[in-house]
């Protein structure tokens, strides 16, 4: 009776249902065999897929790297597919999320007061252009009283077209201190440009930054072997 109940919970304890385990099985998962799970990379962040189903054994892995035939197996050809899969959606949303913060940029520098002051300062610039011609040539032809009337006005012009620039620099958003969101290139998050040393060492030291990195960096190992 006793031994019963031992080989039952053999059974039960077992993936294998008391076979010899064997990383062939459906029920193990080839891409750990191969190098890694991709689904164990994010776990609890927001680049979550879920977590893997399959078994997960270094006991299996070591079976699976020392098998002399293991190349007819196609797990590292699948893996390979399965991180290329994994990047071209991943770089996909990198593309959308650059686009995004690049049309936010160009939507900050639409500015229609902008154009509208520039046309005034050159208006001022001409009438101011012209009156110092009617001073010049008053000044010459013996008018002083109307060569001091034409420089009080001048002044006001001068005054005009001192207040255009400044409201000018005031709407040019090149003159605020806005800071325009940045895409990382390895895992997609937004950056904010010269922020605190200490959040950007936490992003790229981050599980999601690290996992991607993983992908990439094994992605391109496999291509060139």
């Known amino acids: 009776m006793a031994s019963s109940n031992r080989r039952l ?34 776990l609890n962040t927001k680049a979550d897929i879920g977590p893997c189903d399959l078994i997960h054994e270094e006991a299996l892995k070591i079976q699976y790297q020392n098998s002399d035939d293991k190349v007819k197996y196609g797990y590292e050809e699948n893996f390979f597919y399965k991180l290329q899969s994994i990047l071209s959606d ?3 949303k990198i593309k959308r999320a650059f686009n995004r913060v690049t049309a936010e940029a160009d939507e900050n520098l639409v500015n229609p007061e ?12 001409e009438k101011i252009k012209a009156m110092l011609e009617k ?6 032809e ?11 006005e001048l002044e ?22 806005e800071k325009k969101l940045e895409v990382c ?39 060139v072997s």
Request: net charge negative; charged share 35%.
């Open 142 to 152: 013996g008018r002083v009283e109307e060569a001091q009337n034409l420089t009080v």
């Open 185 to 223: 290139d390895v895992c997609g998050a937004f950056l904010v440009p010269g922020d605190d040393t200490r959040r950007l060492d936490a992003h790229v030291e981050g599980k999601q930054h690290q996992g991607y990195l993983k992908i990439r960096e094994c992605y391109e190992e496999l291509k």
């Open 9 to 42: 919970l053999e059974e039960l304890m077992s993936p294998f249902e008391g076979t010899k385990k064997d990383f062939r099985d459906r029920k193990v998962c080839k891409a750990y065999l191969v190098e890694f799970c991709p689904n164990m990379l994010f």
């Open 135 to 140: 001073i010049e040539k008053a000044g010459e």
């Open 114 to 125: 902008k154009d509208e002051n520039q046309e005034k300062i050159v208006l001022a610039e």
């Open 156 to 177: 006001a012009l001068q005054g005009e077209l001192f207040n255009l620039k400044e409201k000018a620099s005031a709407v040019n958003p090149l003159f605020k201190n």
């Open 90 to 92: 991943l770089d996909r």
